[in-house]
């Protein structure tokens, strides 16, 4: 039988607010921190950096504080 060539799926991680910050979440092991900007009608920004999936929970982001 052939291995599966298959990626691991993206971190998905719920957010209520449009603009957010990801440093990769793993210490040193990390990347630098960059600013995401969701876009309510997509409803989802990934981080070029993880591939971190970011979503904004439903009715959240419509007004950020």
Do not use: N
């Amino acid at each position: 039988m052939e291995p599966s060539m298959t990626t691991p799926s993206p971190d998905v991680i719920e957010v209520t607010s449009t603009r957010i910050a990801c440093d990769g979440g793993d210490g040193a092991a990390g990347h630098p921190r960059v600013w995401l900007q969701v876009d309510p009608e997509k409803g989802w920004v990934e981080c070029g950096y993880c591939d971190k999936r970011y979503v904004l929970k439903p009715g959240a982001g419509r007004e950020d504080h």
